[in-house]
């Protein structure tokens, strides 16, 4: 379910060791958003604990408009620094790039920064691989995710299985039917991931309000 990158990442004069992993998950999801038929050009995204942003990297290629967030420090480590770092390296790669990618500061739960009056809008949230949650970190994404699932955003979580925590989020959004939709999705394909490793792949959107179109 992951691939161990090089831990060592050197972009704009800066270096990072630490070991690293690409989770197989984020590859199925971009290969999954890439052959969708859609024209990414101007969609605002945003990436919830983007690792090293292999998937926002890819989204912004294709167009989209990304937003890869990370923790602070206090939270999460190095986290931010790893993403940071990764980003530049990926974008130094000298593929085009369509779209735009910054990276921000995003820690989940009541003091997230964002409000109802925020100006931070998306039309998609990524979420993958966020898994082994344990239930107050799950109720303080809840918090954030809630505030960032705009009537109209549509959100995709994906996450190979890892145990008993792999669904944890999801099954917090079922305790809210009145609010959250969360439809399973199919891949087409698995990019050669074994066939038996299970792949839990959602949809996720705002339930309309009765009368709504």
């Known amino acids: 379910p992951w691939v161990d990158l090089d831990g060592q990442a050197v972009a704009n004069g800066r270096s990072c060791s630490m070991d690293v992993m690409l989770w197989t998950a984020s590859l199925l999801l971009l290969h999954y958003l890439e052959h969708a038929g859609v024209d990414w050009t101007g969609t605002r995204l945003l990436e919830l604990s983007a690792g090293t942003g292999h998937l926002a990297v890819g989204m912004a290629r294709l167009g ?89 955003t549509v959100a995709y979580s994906i996450a190979v299985d890892r145990g008993a925590f792999s669904l944890g989020f999801l099954w917090l959004l079922a305790w809210h039917p009145d609010e959250f939709l969360v439809e399973e999705l199919q891949l087409s394909d698995r990019l050669g991931l074994d066939e038996d490793e299970v792949v839990f792949f959602h949809q996720i959107t705002r339930v309309k309000p009765s009368g709504a179109v």
Request: aromatic share 6%; with cysteine.
């Open 64 to 152: 989209a408009d990304v937003t890869a967030t990370e923790c602070s420090p206090k939270h999460g480590a190095r986290a931010f620094e790893v993403l940071e770092l990764w980003t530049a390296r990926l974008l130094s790669e000298h593929q085009p790039v369509a779209g735009s990618l910054r990276t921000k500061v995003l820690d989940w739960g009541a003091e997230d920064g964002l409000d109802a009056a925020s100006n931070e809008c998306y039309d998609v949230i990524l979420l993958s691989e966020l898994v082994g949650l344990g239930e107050e970190l799950q109720a303080e994404l809840l918090k954030t995710f809630r505030r960032l699932l705009g009537p109209n």
